[in-house]
């Protein structure tokens, strides 16, 4: 059974770069046959893809978004990490990451129980 | 403000159907067949229930369907049961490796 767990810092300040792990179980991140993806959603909003990384290197970000971001994969710790650097309150939201087949389109699954990041000073 | 417009709130009683709509565009939903839907209790992790615009993962029971009219989307849930009582929100494809959702609907069983 594959499971994804995102953790990193709950609060991040104003101006500041978020960064956040997933670490990835019951299967292996150097596989060819998915992507793993960034998730987001503000508390009442909806919900936001932020980007994605295969095992390759290559990245797909969020227009709007791109100057900011970075998905990473470490394959020795089975992990890939976010960074997105000078965050506002508009980056506050749970953050989910999900595994996504290359031979599928808009199929996530599965998801990360999420993680809540407040960007306050 | 989500890219995909759904009702805040649904509800039905056991053993009936609940509907829900997400309504987008012709640049996202009306423009491709890759809507997907999902399921969320309350602190957990979401779960793909639908792709595609009707297909079911495996494991997915029968009682979920989706289809799609021009640029709105459906998800009906049929003889419901107390476990379907959760957030569903859609999501569709929308062109240039871009993707986006809805804000999701609360679905109570009464």
């Known amino acids: 059974q594959v499971q994804l767990q995102e953790s990193g810092p709950g609060l991040v300040r104003p101006s500041q770069t978020l960064s956040l792990t997933c670490s990835v179980s019951?299967?292996?991140?150097?596989?060819?046959?998915?992507?793993w993806t960034w998730i987001r959603q503000p508390a009442g909003k909806g919900v936001e893809w932020i980007g994605r990384?295969?095992?390759?290197?290559?990245?797909t970000y969020k227009t709007s978004l791109k100057s900011r971001v970075t998905i990473s994969l470490d394959t020795s710790s089975n992990h890939f990490s976010l960074r997105l650097t000078s965050v506002t309150a508009a980056d506050t939201a749970v953050y989910y990451c999900?595994?996504?087949?290359?031979?599928?389109?808009?199929?996530?699954?599965?998801w990360g129980q999420g993680t809540l990041v407040t960007v306050s000073s | 403000q989500s890219a995909l417009t759904q009702p805040p709130s649904a509800s039905g009683s056991p053993g009936q159907s609940v509907t829900i709509s997400c309504t987008g565009t012709?640049?996202?939903?009306?423009?491709?067949?890759?809507v997907s839907w999902y399921q969320q209790h309350a602190g957990t992790a979401p779960k793909l229930m639908i792709y595609?615009?009707?297909q079911r993962p495996s494991g997915v029971p029968d009682r979920f369907s989706g289809s799609k009219s021009g640029n709105t989307a459906s998800l009906t849930v049929s003889g419901l049961q107390a476990e379907d009582e959760a957030e569903y929100f859609c999501?569709?494809?929308?062109?240039?490796?871009?993707?986006?959702f809805g804000s999701g609907t609360k679905v109570t069983v009464l």
């Open positions: 999900a595994r996504e087949p290359v031979t599928r389109i808009n199929w996530f699954d599965p």
């Open positions: 019951g299967a292996s991140i150097s596989s060819h046959s998915y992507y």
């Open positions: 990384i295969h095992s390759s290197g290559d990245t």
């Open positions: 012709s640049g996202d939903v009306g423009g491709y067949n890759y």
């Open positions: 595609e615009v009707s």
């Open positions: 999501s569709s494809y929308a062109g240039s490796d871009n993707y986006v």
